[in-house]
């Protein structure tokens, strides 16, 4: 049984840090690429960031950027999601997904990675999701 397991969230002041974990079972998270996303109540899901399978390329939303880092260990079967200076505006559930697909984490023709679009719903694994509160 496959299962991604997202852990790391939790309630933090605002400028605060957490870092999000996606746990895999029953696959080997190098032949997929992960994206996470989150989602506030009342809000759409919002593809923040995702990371390749093979070569490790990555890419953030223009709303995150320079403020969250994602990286996987793939011995580990684990992603990360390093979140930095965090605003309430950051805050949501937080999901990982898994795709085996090609060239899903990839800007093509300065379009977001495909594994992130809304339009986009081919994913074939995703978490439960962890829960990021920003409040003081």
């Known amino acids: 049984q496959v299962q991604l397991v997202e852990s790391g969230g939790g309630l933090v002041q605002p400028g605060g840090s957490l870092r999000l974990s996606c746990a895999a079972s029953?696959?080997?998270?190098?032949?997929?690429?992960i994206g996470w996303f989150r989602q506030a109540p009342g809000k759409e899901r919002e593809g923040v960031s995702c990371i390749s399978s093979r070569d490790g390329r990555w890419y953030y939303a223009d709303s995150v950027r320079g403020r969250l880092t994602i990286s996987r260990d793939n011995a580990k079967d684990t992603v990360y999601l390093q979140m930095n200076n965090l605003t309430p505006e950051d805050a949501g559930v937080y999901y990982c997904?898994?795709?085996?697909?090609?060239?899903?984490?990839?800007?093509?023709?300065?379009?977001?990675?495909?594994?992130?679009?809304?339009?986009?719903?081919?994913?074939?694994?995703w978490g439960k999701g962890t829960l990021v509160t920003v409040s003081s």
């Open positions: 029953g696959i080997s998270l190098d032949d997929y690429a």
């Open positions: 997904a898994a795709d085996s697909g090609r060239d899903l984490c990839t800007v093509i023709a300065g379009r977001p990675p495909r594994l992130l679009r809304s339009d986009y719903d081919g994913m074939d694994y």
